[in-house]
């Protein structure tokens, strides 16, 4: 049996873990040195080299849960995405983007693209002809992210690969919303794999770190310009990801069946103008999403209707909390206006679709009656502060 084919909880467990040989111990020992011996030894290891102990173990783990041949790991999300783009990009050269991406992805492009003479051109939306239509000569990259922060919509994964491989181009895709528990990208032929591994892989709102997954030729590309950036983790951190790892498939499951029952209780509720969640038969992608992946997520947004106000109802949640980042066993919310995609522009927000009154919602796993009741006593308190009749 090799490492695909295990099921996802073993190789959560136990893919990558390394043996303590002395005293046995049931997990993975922690090598703390930042300074090995370079005489006599099969390896010279470093961590800016991305080779330490627990580094390489967790490697093996992520390339096994992504089907990938390779990965590496990184002290941020932004550190894989910046540094796996620079390995496949020159002066001279154009990416097409997808419209929807993270706000700072968007933000690495528009920011320092055009300062490395690197061109770059966003889709105006996100199915296969949106990015054909904006093929160059010199294109060399195609970037996507499915599902989408933070409106969640889906992205054709066959399609995309049909255009890259017709063309000769690098696809690659951020990963994060999806996690490799619901989604396996390498499996549909995109090139290179990327997480925010502060998010799913290490749900506990206690990490940050970053991973790519890729074949060895492409993460051996990627490795020649991460050693030179520097963007290591430490491998204090590389051990407790490999540990919260252990858990990723159970945990993920669980936010998967609470946020389809969320997503539908507020689909229900008459103070939800919409609701975006890839699970609901309602999304415009719902059916390429039912296609390409395993479980739809814990992530999804939403917008209250025009006469509620979208701030003071996240103040008034006492169980869900408003909180930065996502993907924890907690549940949190958010306004992307004001945090992940506050650098954007107000023109360029409102191109995307992101309006001031959209929350994003990072379902935990917690019970969902338990988070129904949250967000009603919520909706309860905002419309006694502020009694103004739906009509106005």
């Not at 003479?117 to 889709?123: H, R, V």
Request: charged content about 20%.
């Amino acid at each position: 049996m090799n490492k695909k084919d295990k099921g996802i909880n073993t190789i959560c467990t136990h893919v990558g873990q390394l043996e303590d040989k002395q005293y046995k111990g049931a997990v993975s020992p922690l090598y703390m040195s930042s300074s090995y011996a370079f005489d006599d030894v099969a390896v010279k290891r470093y961590p800016r080299y991305f080779n330490t102990p627990n580094q390489e173990g967790l490697s093996k783990k992520i390339a096994a849960l992504e089907h990938a041949e390779s990965a590496l790991i990184f002290g941020s999300g932004m550190a894989a995405v910046s540094t796996s783009l620079m390995a496949f990009l020159r002066a001279g050269d154009h990416v097409i983007l997808q419209q929807t991406l993270y706000g700072g992805t968007y933000n690495l492009i528009t920011e320092e693209f055009s300062k490395y003479g690197i061109e770059y051109t966003f889709t105006e939306g996100w199915e296969p002809k949106d990015f054909e239509a904006k093929l160059k000569e010199n294109t060399k990259v195609i970037y996507i992210e499915t599902p989408s922060n933070p409106l969640l919509t889906i992205t054709d994964l066959e399609g995309v690969v049909r255009i890259a491989k017709k063309y000769g181009l690098i696809s690659m895709i951020d990963n994060t919303f999806a996690s490799p528990i619901n989604q396996n990208p390498i499996d549909f032929g995109i090139d290179v794999v990327l997480h925010s591994a502060t998010k799913y892989m290490g749900g506990h709102s206690d990490i940050c770190a970053g991973a790519v997954a890729s074949t060895a030729e492409y993460i051996e590309q990627i490795f020649h310009l991460a050693k030179n950036f520097g963007g290591s983790l430490s491998d204090y951190t590389v051990w407790l990801l490999e540990r919260s790892i252990k858990t990723m498939g159970l945990r993920v499951k669980a936010q998967n069946e609470n946020a389809l029952t969320m997503a539908n209780f507020l689909n229900d509720l008459g103070d939800i103008a919409t609701v975006y969640y890839p699970g609901l038969s309602s999304h415009k992608d719902h059916d390429i999403a039912k296609k390409q992946m395993k479980g739809f997520g814990g992530m999804l947004s939403f917008e209250l209707k025009p006469h509620l106000d979208a701030s003071l109802f996240q103040k008034s949640l006492k169980l869900i909390k408003p909180s930065m980042s996502l993907a924890g066993v907690e549940s949190t919310v958010l306004s992307p206006t004001q945090t992940s995609h506050a650098l954007m522009t107000p023109e360029v927000r409102v191109g995307q679709g992101i309006s001031d009154g959209l929350i994003r919602f990072s379902v935990g796993i917690e019970e969902p009656e338990d988070l129904m009741e949250d967000i009603e006593q919520a909706l309860t308190h905002i419309k006694t502060k502020n009694p103004i009749s739906a009509d106005n």
